[in-house]
């Protein structure tokens, strides 16, 4: 009856050449070296150590500085467990637009409302985004589909478009004061200087 056969070193072995791979070459143990070194440390105690050693290193040299996150608590820890977290936190990281559940898309969309709402010119555009914007909310909230509930308010159309009024009107202003100010500072020059000026400024 054949012996008892002995486990196989091949996983072994691949775990020592996978750590020998990160230790530098004038540091990697030669075939037939001992498990100690000269201090009686094991290898294994002297790799760790100098992993250790190098991380320090880099502490000191600041490569850890100014990290994404650093100092600041893990986002979504305390939330309840989202089988859709990794697709709705590239959703909010990159700003995609039109992807993903009605929650999040109509809460981006949300957020950024009052920016579009300046490109435009004429009231009843503006008054046509509000009520399509409401719309989708609506239909956001019928939805059976599951998903996290949508949160987003409803625009009130004649509060919005009093609020865009008032901003091109703020805007306005600041244009024709900016525009005073400037022809006040060229008033003050010398013809060489204004006209010096006015070339920085591409104006004819």
């Known amino acids: 009856m054949a012996g008892k056969r002995e486990p196989s070193d091949t996983p072994l072995n691949v775990a020592r050449y996978k750590i020998n791979r990160e230790i530098p070459e004038a540091e990697r143990p030669e075939e037939g070296e001992p498990d100690t070194n000269e201090a009686g440390q094991s290898m294994m105690e002297a790799r760790a150590q100098y992993v250790e050693i190098s991380i320090q290193q880099a502490i000191r040299r600041g490569d850890f500085d100014n990290l994404p996150g650093s100092g600041k608590p893990i986002p979504g820890l305390t939330d309840r467990y989202d089988p859709d977290w990794w697709i709705k936190r590239k959703i909010e990281?990159?700003?995609?637009?039109?992807?993903?559940?009605?929650?999040?898309?109509?809460?981006?969309?949300?957020?950024?409302?009052?920016?579009?709402?300046?490109?435009?010119?004429?009231?009843?555009?503006?008054?046509?985004?509000?009520?399509?914007?409401?719309?989708?909310?609506?239909?956001?909230?019928?939805?059976?589909?599951?998903?996290?509930?949508?949160?987003?308010?409803?625009?009130?159309?004649?509060?919005?478009?009093?609020?865009?009024?008032?901003?091109?009107?703020?805007?306005?202003?600041?244009?024709?004061?900016?525009?005073?100010?400037?022809?006040?500072?060229?008033?003050?020059?010398?013809?060489?200087?204004?006209?010096?000026?006015?070339?920085?400024?591409g104006a004819p």
């Open 93 to 201: 990281r990159e700003q995609i637009t039109g992807l993903g559940p009605p929650a999040l898309t109509l809460r981006t969309e949300d957020a950024g409302l009052d920016d579009r709402l300046d490109t435009v010119f004429a009231e009843q555009q503006v008054r046509e985004l509000l009520e399509d914007f409401n719309r989708r909310v609506i239909e956001a909230r019928r939805q059976l589909r599951g998903g996290p509930p949508v949160v987003t308010a409803l625009r009130d159309v004649d509060a919005e478009l009093a609020s865009w009024r008032e901003r091109r009107r703020a805007a306005q202003q600041e244009r024709e004061e900016a525009r005073a100010r400037e022809e006040a500072e060229l008033a003050a020059m010398s013809w060489r200087e204004r006209r010096r000026a006015k070339r920085e400024r």
